[in-house]
């Protein structure tokens, strides 16, 4: 559990894996994937990035075990290049509680540039966050 806090007060450091700029449409607490959306095997992924920056949360990289640690104010998630498990544990000290692990059928990747993609459908076990695919696209919005 510390490991996770410190992990989500780094400052950005080595997070360049995830520098390349995508056109994301931003409103408040809501981010639009449209053409930055990659299928694979009928999953819909997304930059994390990009995620991460549109929905205001902080995201570190650990190059050493490949993974990311995308927080928010209250939760927390750990996402590792290849391993299809995802679980939402807390964010700040004192306070108890995480998700069952969940299995989405799909692990995140990092594609040739660097960039991790993960599952759309991981945000919604991030708690506090709603995941719609249609024709616009996919929403990713915050939960009032």
């Given at each position: 559990?510390i490991?996770?806090?410190v ?47 549109g ?12 993974a ?8 927390s998630?750990?996402?590792?290049e290849?391993?299809d498990?995802?679980?939402?544990t ?20 990092v594609?040739?540039?660097g960039k ?8 919604s ?8 695919e249609?024709?616009?696209g996919i929403?990713?919005s915050?939960?009032a």
């Open positions: 559990m490991a996770v806090l992990g989500c007060s780094m400052l950005w450091g080595s997070v360049t894996a995830f520098a390349a700029e995508e056109e994301v449409q931003e409103t408040g607490a809501e981010v639009v994937f449209q053409e930055e959306i990659v299928t694979k095997n009928g999953v819909s992924y997304i930059p994390l990035r990009q995620a991460a920056d929905l205001g949360l902080s995201l570190t990289w650990n190059r050493e075990e490949r990311a640690v995308l927080c928010s104010e209250m939760r998630m750990k996402l590792t290849g391993v498990l995802y679980v939402s807390a964010a700040q000290e004192g306070m108890i509680g995480m998700t069952a692990p969940m299995e989405l059928g799909a692990a995140p990747f594609d040739e540039n991790m993609y993960i599952p759309a459908e991981a945000f076990v991030l708690v506090g966050y709603e995941v719609a249609g024709e616009g929403v990713i915050q939960r």
